[in-house]
Protein backbone atom coordinates (compact mmCIF):
# COMPACT_ATOMS: atom_id res chain seq x y z
CA UNK A 1 0.00 0.00 0.00
CA UNK A 2 1.10 3.57 -0.90
CA UNK A 3 1.54 6.32 1.61
CA UNK A 4 -1.22 8.28 2.29
CA UNK A 5 -0.83 11.35 0.73
CA UNK A 6 -2.67 13.93 3.43
CA UNK A 7 -1.17 14.04 6.74
CA UNK A 8 -3.94 12.61 9.50
CA UNK A 9 -6.72 14.75 10.37
CA UNK A 10 -6.51 15.83 14.12
CA UNK A 11 -9.34 18.20 15.97
CA UNK A 12 -8.53 21.90 16.62
CA UNK A 13 -9.22 22.98 20.07
CA UNK A 14 -12.56 24.09 20.48
CA UNK A 15 -11.73 27.70 21.46
CA UNK A 16 -10.71 28.15 17.71
CA UNK A 17 -14.01 27.39 16.48
CA UNK A 18 -17.36 28.44 15.53
CA UNK A 19 -19.84 27.62 18.33
CA UNK A 20 -23.02 26.11 16.63
CA UNK A 21 -24.53 24.86 13.33
CA UNK A 22 -28.37 23.63 12.48
CA UNK A 23 -28.56 21.59 9.86
CA UNK A 24 -32.34 20.86 8.94
CA UNK A 25 -33.00 19.18 5.45
CA UNK A 26 -30.41 17.22 3.48
CA UNK A 27 -28.46 14.45 3.13
CA UNK A 28 -25.11 14.98 5.18
CA UNK A 29 -22.14 13.24 3.26
CA UNK A 30 -18.67 13.02 2.34
CA UNK A 31 -17.93 14.16 -0.63
CA UNK A 32 -13.71 14.34 -1.44
CA UNK A 33 -13.15 13.83 1.98
CA UNK A 34 -15.18 17.20 3.02
CA UNK A 35 -18.30 17.15 4.87
CA UNK A 36 -21.28 18.15 2.68
CA UNK A 37 -25.15 18.71 2.48
CA UNK A 38 -26.76 17.91 -0.33
CA UNK A 39 -30.51 18.75 -0.83
CA UNK A 40 -32.96 17.38 -3.17
CA UNK A 41 -32.46 19.52 -6.21
CA UNK A 42 -28.46 18.56 -5.60
CA UNK A 43 -26.98 21.70 -4.35
CA UNK A 44 -24.01 21.10 -2.25
CA UNK A 45 -23.10 23.19 0.74
CA UNK A 46 -19.98 22.40 2.69
CA UNK A 47 -19.73 22.53 6.28
CA UNK A 48 -16.62 23.23 7.50
CA UNK A 49 -16.90 20.72 10.63
CA UNK A 50 -13.37 20.87 11.79
CA UNK A 51 -14.32 24.47 12.94
CA UNK A 52 -17.32 24.08 14.45
CA UNK A 53 -18.06 23.05 18.18
CA UNK A 54 -21.20 21.03 17.36
CA UNK A 55 -23.60 20.26 14.56
CA UNK A 56 -27.41 20.21 15.57
CA UNK A 57 -29.48 17.64 13.31
CA UNK A 58 -33.05 18.91 13.15
CA UNK A 59 -36.06 16.54 11.77
CA UNK A 60 -35.42 16.08 7.96
CA UNK A 61 -31.48 15.28 8.19
CA UNK A 62 -29.90 11.97 7.67
CA UNK A 63 -26.33 11.40 8.01
CA UNK A 64 -24.43 8.77 6.18
CA UNK A 65 -22.15 6.59 7.87
CA UNK A 66 -18.89 8.24 6.40
CA UNK A 67 -20.36 11.56 7.29
CA UNK A 68 -20.61 10.51 11.30
CA UNK A 69 -17.00 8.96 11.25
CA UNK A 70 -15.92 12.32 9.81
CA UNK A 71 -17.34 14.72 12.64
CA UNK A 72 -16.05 12.17 15.41
CA UNK A 73 -12.43 12.31 13.97
CA UNK A 74 -12.39 16.33 13.67
CA UNK A 75 -14.00 16.62 17.00
CA UNK A 76 -17.02 17.90 16.38
CA UNK A 77 -20.18 16.70 18.53
CA UNK A 78 -23.19 16.00 16.53
CA UNK A 79 -26.03 16.74 18.37
CA UNK A 80 -29.77 14.87 17.26
CA UNK A 81 -32.36 17.35 17.91
CA UNK A 82 -36.00 17.34 18.25
CA UNK A 83 -37.90 20.51 16.59
CA UNK A 84 -35.79 23.77 17.23
CA UNK A 85 -33.04 22.33 19.45
CA UNK A 86 -35.37 20.18 21.74
CA UNK A 87 -32.46 17.62 21.95
CA UNK A 88 -33.11 14.01 21.66
CA UNK A 89 -29.84 12.12 21.17
CA UNK A 90 -26.39 12.43 20.61
CA UNK A 91 -23.53 11.14 19.36
CA UNK A 92 -20.64 11.43 17.57
CA UNK A 93 -17.73 12.61 19.64
CA UNK A 94 -17.34 9.64 22.32
CA UNK A 95 -16.83 10.51 25.97
CA UNK A 96 -14.80 9.52 28.56
CA UNK A 97 -11.49 9.90 26.36
CA UNK A 98 -9.71 10.26 29.39
CA UNK A 99 -9.35 7.89 32.78
CA UNK A 100 -7.63 10.17 34.93
CA UNK A 101 -10.28 12.90 34.03
CA UNK A 102 -13.36 10.56 34.63
CA UNK A 103 -11.42 9.56 37.77
CA UNK A 104 -11.08 13.11 38.88
CA UNK A 105 -14.64 13.76 38.30
CA UNK A 106 -15.73 11.10 39.94
CA UNK A 107 -14.35 11.81 42.95
CA UNK A 108 -15.20 14.94 43.90
CA UNK A 109 -18.38 14.30 43.35
CA UNK A 110 -18.51 10.81 45.49
CA UNK A 111 -16.56 12.57 48.52
CA UNK A 112 -19.20 14.99 50.00
CA UNK A 113 -17.21 18.12 51.23
CA UNK A 114 -15.32 18.31 47.91
CA UNK A 115 -18.84 18.11 46.23
CA UNK A 116 -20.03 21.12 48.64
CA UNK A 117 -17.12 23.13 47.55
CA UNK A 118 -17.35 22.45 43.32
CA UNK A 119 -20.94 23.37 44.13
CA UNK A 120 -19.86 26.62 46.27
CA UNK A 121 -17.63 27.38 43.16
CA UNK A 122 -20.36 27.17 40.83
CA UNK A 123 -22.74 29.31 43.10
CA UNK A 124 -20.12 31.90 43.21
CA UNK A 125 -19.73 31.99 39.64
CA UNK A 126 -22.76 32.08 38.54
CA UNK A 127 -23.89 35.05 41.36
CA UNK A 128 -21.11 36.71 41.22
CA UNK A 129 -21.22 36.55 45.29
CA UNK A 130 -19.89 33.66 47.54
CA UNK A 131 -22.64 31.76 49.06
CA UNK A 132 -24.18 31.68 52.26
CA UNK A 133 -21.47 29.47 54.68
CA UNK A 134 -22.43 26.26 56.20
CA UNK A 135 -25.01 25.81 54.12
CA UNK A 136 -25.74 22.02 52.41
CA UNK A 137 -25.77 21.09 49.10
CA UNK A 138 -29.36 20.82 49.66
CA UNK A 139 -30.04 24.45 50.90
CA UNK A 140 -27.94 25.58 47.92
CA UNK A 141 -30.17 24.45 45.63
CA UNK A 142 -32.80 26.03 47.37
CA UNK A 143 -31.46 29.22 47.86
CA UNK A 144 -30.61 28.53 44.22
CA UNK A 145 -33.71 27.87 43.12
CA UNK A 146 -35.65 30.96 44.48
CA UNK A 147 -33.05 33.36 43.08
CA UNK A 148 -32.86 32.08 39.30
CA UNK A 149 -37.17 32.64 39.49
CA UNK A 150 -36.01 36.29 40.77
CA UNK A 151 -33.72 36.85 37.64
CA UNK A 152 -36.07 35.29 35.01
CA UNK A 153 -38.82 37.83 36.77
CA UNK A 154 -35.96 40.49 36.45
CA UNK A 155 -35.17 40.02 33.60
CA UNK A 156 -38.43 39.23 32.15
CA UNK A 157 -39.50 42.91 33.48
CA UNK A 158 -36.08 44.68 32.29
CA UNK A 159 -37.05 43.43 28.77
CA UNK A 160 -40.81 44.14 28.86
CA UNK A 161 -42.01 40.18 28.68
CA UNK A 162 -45.06 39.06 29.82
CA UNK A 163 -43.68 36.34 32.53
CA UNK A 164 -45.61 33.74 34.40
CA UNK A 165 -43.45 30.93 35.06
CA UNK A 166 -40.29 28.89 33.20
CA UNK A 167 -42.10 26.06 32.02
CA UNK A 168 -42.09 23.59 28.93
CA UNK A 169 -43.21 20.43 27.54
CA UNK A 170 -40.15 18.66 25.95
CA UNK A 171 -42.45 16.14 24.43
CA UNK A 172 -44.73 19.19 23.11
CA UNK A 173 -43.00 21.71 21.02
CA UNK A 174 -45.62 24.04 20.53
CA UNK A 175 -47.53 24.62 23.64
CA UNK A 176 -45.05 26.93 25.56
CA UNK A 177 -45.37 30.43 25.56
CA UNK A 178 -43.08 32.57 23.23
CA UNK A 179 -40.79 33.41 26.09
CA UNK A 180 -40.45 30.23 27.37
CA UNK A 181 -39.92 28.89 23.33
CA UNK A 182 -37.24 30.99 22.88
CA UNK A 183 -35.84 30.12 26.20
CA UNK A 184 -35.94 26.46 25.43
CA UNK A 185 -34.26 26.95 22.15
CA UNK A 186 -31.87 29.46 23.49
CA UNK A 187 -30.49 26.74 26.17
CA UNK A 188 -30.34 23.98 23.53
CA UNK A 189 -27.67 25.79 21.80
CA UNK A 190 -25.90 26.59 25.27
CA UNK A 191 -26.06 22.97 26.38
CA UNK A 192 -24.73 21.68 22.90
CA UNK A 193 -21.71 23.69 23.04
CA UNK A 194 -21.24 22.99 26.50
CA UNK A 195 -21.32 19.42 26.02
CA UNK A 196 -19.13 19.59 23.42
CA UNK A 197 -16.79 21.40 25.90
CA UNK A 198 -16.84 18.97 28.40
CA UNK A 199 -16.34 16.01 26.07
CA UNK A 200 -13.47 17.69 24.89
CA UNK A 201 -11.81 18.41 27.99
CA UNK A 202 -12.45 14.42 28.90
CA UNK A 203 -14.81 15.03 31.47
CA UNK A 204 -18.05 12.76 31.53
CA UNK A 205 -21.40 14.40 31.01
CA UNK A 206 -23.17 12.33 33.43
CA UNK A 207 -21.78 13.16 36.72
CA UNK A 208 -22.75 16.20 37.90
CA UNK A 209 -22.83 18.02 41.02
CA UNK A 210 -25.89 20.22 41.53
CA UNK A 211 -27.78 18.20 38.98
CA UNK A 212 -27.64 14.19 38.81
CA UNK A 213 -29.37 11.49 37.64
CA UNK A 214 -29.55 12.83 34.03
CA UNK A 215 -27.52 12.06 31.20
CA UNK A 216 -26.27 15.30 30.82
CA UNK A 217 -26.66 16.67 34.46
CA UNK A 218 -22.50 17.96 34.46
CA UNK A 219 -24.02 19.76 31.09
CA UNK A 220 -26.54 21.51 33.31
CA UNK A 221 -24.45 22.69 35.44
CA UNK A 222 -21.94 24.14 33.28
CA UNK A 223 -23.98 25.54 31.27
CA UNK A 224 -26.26 27.63 34.37
CA UNK A 225 -23.04 29.09 35.38
CA UNK A 226 -23.30 30.72 31.72
CA UNK A 227 -26.58 31.14 31.56
CA UNK A 228 -27.88 34.35 32.83
CA UNK A 229 -25.05 36.41 31.38
CA UNK A 230 -25.85 35.09 27.46
CA UNK A 231 -28.88 33.74 26.87
CA UNK A 232 -31.31 34.18 29.28
CA UNK A 233 -31.57 38.25 28.43
CA UNK A 234 -31.08 37.03 24.50
CA UNK A 235 -33.91 34.98 25.09
CA UNK A 236 -36.26 37.68 26.39
CA UNK A 237 -34.91 40.35 24.04
CA UNK A 238 -35.91 38.39 21.46
CA UNK A 239 -39.37 37.75 22.85
CA UNK A 240 -40.02 40.96 23.70
CA UNK A 241 -40.01 41.77 19.86
CA UNK A 242 -42.51 39.44 19.23
CA UNK A 243 -40.67 37.76 16.30
CA UNK A 244 -42.05 36.02 13.08
CA UNK A 245 -39.13 33.19 13.58
CA UNK A 246 -38.18 32.96 17.12
CA UNK A 247 -35.85 30.02 16.91
CA UNK A 248 -33.73 31.72 13.69
CA UNK A 249 -33.90 34.97 16.02
CA UNK A 250 -32.39 33.21 18.79
CA UNK A 251 -29.92 31.55 17.11
CA UNK A 252 -28.43 34.67 15.30
CA UNK A 253 -28.40 36.70 18.71
CA UNK A 254 -27.27 33.55 20.49
CA UNK A 255 -24.20 33.56 18.34
CA UNK A 256 -23.79 37.00 18.44
CA UNK A 257 -23.78 36.44 22.39
CA UNK A 258 -21.65 33.43 22.39
CA UNK A 259 -18.79 35.78 20.21
CA UNK A 260 -19.21 38.48 22.53
CA UNK A 261 -18.62 36.91 25.47
CA UNK A 262 -16.07 34.93 23.82
CA UNK A 263 -17.79 31.90 25.12
CA UNK A 264 -15.75 29.03 23.52
CA UNK A 265 -12.46 30.14 25.33
CA UNK A 266 -13.81 30.44 28.49
CA UNK A 267 -15.78 27.24 28.99
CA UNK A 268 -13.20 25.18 29.10
CA UNK A 269 -10.85 26.86 31.82
CA UNK A 270 -14.08 27.50 33.76
CA UNK A 271 -14.84 23.91 33.77
CA UNK A 272 -11.12 23.40 35.46
CA UNK A 273 -11.28 25.96 37.78
CA UNK A 274 -14.60 24.71 38.95
CA UNK A 275 -13.72 21.37 39.49
CA UNK A 276 -10.21 22.70 41.02
CA UNK A 277 -12.41 24.39 43.96
CA UNK A 278 -12.95 20.96 44.74
CA UNK A 279 -9.55 20.92 46.60
CA UNK A 280 -8.08 17.62 45.07
CA UNK A 281 -5.69 16.57 42.61
CA UNK A 282 -5.82 14.92 39.52
CA UNK A 283 -5.32 11.13 40.57
CA UNK A 284 -1.48 10.01 40.06
CA UNK A 285 -1.15 6.99 38.08
CA UNK A 286 -0.95 3.87 40.75
CA UNK A 287 2.32 2.60 41.00
CA UNK A 288 1.78 -0.67 39.07
CA UNK A 289 0.32 1.07 35.79
CA UNK A 290 2.21 0.01 32.06
CA UNK A 291 1.97 3.04 29.93
CA UNK A 292 0.50 2.27 26.87
CA UNK A 293 1.99 -0.02 24.42
CA UNK A 294 1.75 2.38 21.80
CA UNK A 295 1.80 5.86 22.67
CA UNK A 296 -0.58 8.42 22.28
CA UNK A 297 -0.15 10.95 19.38
CA UNK A 298 0.62 13.78 20.35
CA UNK A 299 -3.12 16.39 19.58
CA UNK A 300 -3.68 20.03 18.95
CA UNK A 301 -7.12 19.78 19.96
CA UNK A 302 -8.31 19.04 23.86
CA UNK A 303 -7.07 16.65 26.18
CA UNK A 304 -10.82 14.87 25.60
CA UNK A 305 -10.37 14.81 21.68
CA UNK A 306 -9.31 11.59 20.16
CA UNK A 307 -6.74 12.98 17.71
CA UNK B 1 -7.04 40.55 5.62
CA UNK B 2 -8.42 40.74 2.05
CA UNK B 3 -8.79 38.99 -0.04
CA UNK B 4 -10.51 39.39 -3.79
CA UNK B 5 -10.57 36.49 -6.64
CA UNK B 6 -11.74 37.47 -10.05
CA UNK B 7 -12.54 35.43 -13.34
CA UNK B 8 -12.87 35.98 -16.28
CA UNK B 9 -12.27 39.53 -15.57
CA UNK B 10 -11.00 42.28 -18.21
CA UNK B 11 -7.04 42.88 -18.01
CA UNK B 12 -7.82 46.11 -17.26
CA UNK B 13 -9.44 45.18 -13.73
CA UNK B 14 -6.83 42.86 -13.15
CA UNK B 15 -4.20 45.63 -13.63
CA UNK B 16 -6.47 48.17 -11.53
CA UNK B 17 -6.72 45.82 -8.48
CA UNK B 18 -2.62 44.97 -8.82
CA UNK B 19 -2.29 48.46 -7.75
CA UNK B 20 -3.56 48.67 -4.37
CA UNK B 21 -3.34 44.34 -3.62
CA UNK B 22 -0.75 41.89 -4.56
CA UNK B 23 -1.60 39.80 -7.16
CA UNK B 24 -0.79 35.87 -5.24
CA UNK B 25 -1.93 33.64 -8.05
CA UNK B 26 -3.63 34.92 -11.49
CA UNK B 27 -7.05 36.44 -10.64
CA UNK B 28 -5.93 36.20 -6.57
CA UNK B 29 -5.60 39.41 -4.86
CA UNK B 30 -4.13 39.71 -1.33
CA UNK B 31 -4.03 42.53 1.00
CA UNK B 32 -5.02 44.57 4.20
CA UNK B 33 -6.97 47.35 4.16
CA UNK B 34 -9.24 49.60 5.87
CA UNK B 35 -12.88 49.19 5.60
CA UNK B 36 -13.31 52.62 3.17
CA UNK B 37 -10.26 51.22 0.98
CA UNK B 38 -12.14 48.23 0.58
CA UNK B 39 -15.51 49.31 -0.46
CA UNK B 40 -13.21 52.03 -2.59
CA UNK B 41 -11.70 48.60 -4.15
CA UNK B 42 -15.20 46.83 -4.24
CA UNK B 43 -16.81 49.49 -6.31
CA UNK B 44 -13.85 49.17 -9.02
CA UNK B 45 -14.78 45.51 -8.86
CA UNK B 46 -18.24 46.66 -9.68
CA UNK B 47 -17.66 49.14 -12.51
CA UNK B 48 -15.00 46.90 -13.97
CA UNK B 49 -16.09 43.27 -13.97
CA UNK B 50 -17.95 42.62 -17.23
CA UNK B 51 -19.15 39.63 -17.72
CA UNK B 52 -16.72 37.81 -14.97
CA UNK B 53 -17.67 37.17 -11.04
CA UNK B 54 -15.82 38.09 -8.36
CA UNK B 55 -15.96 37.58 -4.83
CA UNK B 56 -14.06 39.35 -2.16
CA UNK B 57 -13.55 38.33 1.73
CA UNK B 58 -12.50 40.24 4.64
CA UNK B 59 -11.54 39.57 7.97
CA UNK B 60 -14.50 41.10 10.84
CA UNK B 61 -15.40 40.28 14.18
CA UNK B 62 -18.37 37.68 12.60
CA UNK B 63 -18.54 34.62 15.05
CA UNK B 64 -16.76 33.26 12.06
CA UNK B 65 -14.33 35.83 12.03
CA UNK B 66 -14.06 36.99 8.11
CA UNK B 67 -17.24 37.76 5.71
CA UNK B 68 -17.38 37.47 2.21
CA UNK B 69 -19.33 39.21 -1.19
CA UNK B 70 -19.63 38.06 -4.29
CA UNK B 71 -20.71 39.62 -7.94
CA UNK B 72 -21.72 37.90 -11.01
CA UNK B 73 -22.26 34.46 -11.73
CA UNK B 74 -20.68 31.39 -10.36
CA UNK B 75 -22.34 28.14 -9.69
CA UNK B 76 -20.84 28.75 -5.96
CA UNK B 77 -23.16 30.95 -4.25
CA UNK B 78 -23.18 32.56 -0.61
CA UNK B 79 -25.51 30.59 1.72
CA UNK B 80 -26.85 32.19 5.43
CA UNK B 81 -27.21 29.58 8.15
CA UNK B 82 -28.20 31.19 11.11
CA UNK B 83 -26.27 33.93 11.30
CA UNK B 84 -23.05 31.80 9.88
CA UNK B 85 -22.75 32.44 6.07
CA UNK B 86 -21.35 29.41 3.94
CA UNK B 87 -21.30 28.51 0.31
CA UNK B 88 -23.31 26.56 -1.54
CA UNK B 89 -22.43 24.54 -4.93
CA UNK B 90 -24.90 24.39 -7.69
CA UNK B 91 -25.23 21.49 -9.64
CA UNK B 92 -24.40 21.56 -13.18
CA UNK B 93 -26.78 23.05 -15.34
CA UNK B 94 -27.51 22.09 -18.58
CA UNK B 95 -26.90 25.92 -20.41
CA UNK B 96 -23.83 26.29 -18.52
CA UNK B 97 -20.32 25.53 -19.43
CA UNK B 98 -18.07 27.02 -17.39
CA UNK B 99 -14.94 25.36 -16.32
CA UNK B 100 -14.99 24.49 -12.37
CA UNK B 101 -13.24 26.93 -10.50
CA UNK B 102 -10.37 24.74 -9.34
CA UNK B 103 -7.76 27.90 -9.11
CA UNK B 104 -10.52 29.16 -6.30
CA UNK B 105 -10.65 25.85 -3.87
Given at each position: ????ILPPLKPIPIKDRVSVLFVEKGNLDVLDGAFVVVDKRGTRTHIPVGGVACLMLEPGSRVSHAAVALASRVGCLLLWTGDSGVRLYSAGQPGGARADRLLYQARLALDDAARLKVVRKMYAMRFKEEPPARRSVDQLRGIEGVRVRKMYELLAKQYGVSWKVRNYDHTNWGSGDIPNRCLSSATACLYGISEAAILAAGYAPAIGFIHTGKPQSFVYDIADIFKFETVVPVAFRVAAKKPRDPERDVRLAC??????TRLLRKIIPTIEEVLAAGGLNMPEAHPEAVTPAIPNKESIGDAGHRG | MLVIVVENAPPRLRGRLALWLLEVRAGVYVGKVSRRVREMIWANVEDGIDQGNAVMAWT????????????????RIP????????????????EESEQDDNATT
Open positions: MSQPREVFRQ | TNTESGFDFQTLGTNRAEMDGIKLVSFLPEAK
